[in-house]
T-cell receptor
Framework: NAGVTQTPKFQVLKTGQSMTLQCAQD?????MYWYRQDPGMGLRLIYY???????DKGEVPNGYNVSRLNKREFSLRLESAAPSQTSVYFC????????????FGQGTRLTVV | AQSVTQPDIHITVSEGASLELRCNYS??????LFWYVQSPGQGLQLLLK??????LVQGIKGFEAEFKRSQSSFNLRKPSVHWSDAAEYFC????????????FGKGTKLTVNP
C-alpha cells in the first residue's frame, strides 16, 4: 500500500517563484490536510478538506492556496514564494466522522532563497 | 476551536527508566485525542488514539495513554524506555462531529541516555 504520497520530496525555489505540492492518498479517505513543520513550532495546519469539493483554512493559510482535485488528491500552491515559507510540508489523510488517526506522507522539504 | 499544549519541549531520560509526556487540550466536549511519534527525517506515525470508552488506551511500541476529563489531559507513558524511543512526540486533538480540523501540539523531543 502506498498510503499518502507527496511530490516532490525536495525543492529549492527563488523568492517570487510559484510551485504546487502534490499529495495523493489511496485509502479512500474523505478528509485531507496540509501542515507545515518548523523547529519549535510543531505542526501547524495550513488548510484542510473534509470532503471532495470543500476546503477550509487552518491556522496559517496566508500565502497558500489549495485544490481538492478529487477524493484522492489535495494540492498546495505557493503563488509567490517567500523565505518565510521555507519549511517541511506534510500532507495527511483520515476517514471523516471517525476516531481514526491521520496517515502522513513523508514530507516535502522546501527551501526558498 | 480546539487547541493542544505540550508543556515540555525537551525531556531526557535514562534507558530503562519510565517516561511520561504531558498533553493538555482545550475543547468544549470530549475530543478525539492522538499521540504521534516522529523519528528524525521521517514522517509521523500514530502511536495510539482515544475517542470513547476505556480511558486508558494501549498503543504500539509499548506505549499507553490515559484520558483524564477533569484535567483535560492525555498523557503518554511507557514503563521502560529503550534507546530506540528517542524521537519527537506530538499530541493532537480532533473535534467529533465538528469541522474535521486536526490540531497538533508543538511536540516534545525525547533524548534517551545509555
Amino acid at each position: 500500500n502506498a498510503g499518502v504520497t507527496q511530490t516532490p520530496k525536495f525543492q529549492v525555489l527563488k523568492t517570487g517563484q510559484s510551485m504546487t505540492l502534490q499529495c495523493a492518498q489511496d485509502m479512500n479517505h474523505n478528509s485531507m490536510y496540509w501542515y507545515r513543520q518548523d523547529p519549535g513550532m510543531g505542526l501547524r495546519l495550513i488548510y484542510y478538506s473534509a470532503s471532495e469539493g470543500t476546503t477550509d483554512k487552518g491556522e496559517v493559510p496566508n500565502g497558500y492556496n489549495v485544490s481538492r482535485l478529487n477524493k484522492r488528491e489535495f494540492s498546495l500552491r505557493l503563488e509567490s514564494a517567500a523565505p518565510s515559507q521555507t519549511s517541511v510540508y506534510f500532507c495527511a489523510s483520515r476517514e471523516r466522522f471517525a476516531g481514526e488517526g491521520a496517515f502522513f506522507g513523508q514530507g516535502t522539504r522546501l527551501t526558498v532563497v | 476551536a480546539q487547541s493542544v499544549t505540550q508543556p515540555d519541549i525537551h525531556i531526557t531520560v535514562s534507558e530503562g527508566a519510565s517516561l511520561e509526556l504531558r498533553c493538555n487540550y482545550s475543547y468544549g466536549a470530549t475530543p478525539y485525542l492522538f499521540w504521534y511519534v516522529q523519528s528524525p527525517g521521517q514522517g509521523l506515525q500514530l502511536l495510539l488514539k482515544y475517542f470513547s470508552g476505556d480511558t486508558l488506551v494501549q498503543g504500539i511500541k509499548g506505549f499507553e495513554a490515559e484520558f483524564k476529563r477533569s484535567q483535560s489531559s492525555f498523557n503518554l507513558r511507557k514503563p521502560s524506555v529503550h534507546w530506540s524511543d528517542a524521537a519527537e512526540y506530538f499530541c493532537a486533538v480532533g473535534a467529533p462531529g465538528g469541522s474535521e480540523k486536526l490540531v497538533f501540539g508543538k511536540g516534545t523531543k525525547l533524548t534517551v541516555n545509555p
